[in-house]
């Protein structure tokens, strides 16, 4: 079983930045690729990066390209998602997931809310 927890949720203004961590215990995250969702009031989850499992390469909704930066540290067996440039639209609450071959293991999410 891994156990996914997130933290760094919070309010900030249109146009700041927010730093999201998502801590596991229960296994090591290494052999995991680790994906980033969100999900905002009214709408179906949906996905925002994710990273593989050495951090080699990562990809991203088209709607986050270029403004957050996912990556991790296995040493901390923590993931991470820099989130510069928010928008009102990226109001949601985050969900950090594990997947090995599909994403098993969720964490219980952290709010994020960017007032305009």
């Known amino acids: 079983q891994v156990r996914l927890v997130e933290s760094g949720g919070g309010l900030v203004q249109a146009g700041g930045s927010l730093r999201l961590s998502c801590a596991a215990s229960?296994?090591?995250?290494?052999?995991?690729?680790m994906g980033w969702f969100r999900q905002a009031p009214g709408k179906e989850r949906e996905f925002v990066a994710a990273i593989s499992w050495s951090g080699g390469s990562a990809n991203y909704a088209d709607s986050v390209k270029g403004r957050f930066t996912i990556s991790r540290d296995n040493t901390k067996n923590t993931v991470y998602l820099q989130m510069n440039s928010l928008k009102p639209e990226d109001t949601a609450v985050y969900y950090c997931a594990a997947r090995r071959y599909e994403y098993d293991y969720w964490g219980q999410g952290t709010q994020v809310t960017v007032s305009s």
């Open positions: 229960g296994r090591t995250l290494s052999t995991y690729s």
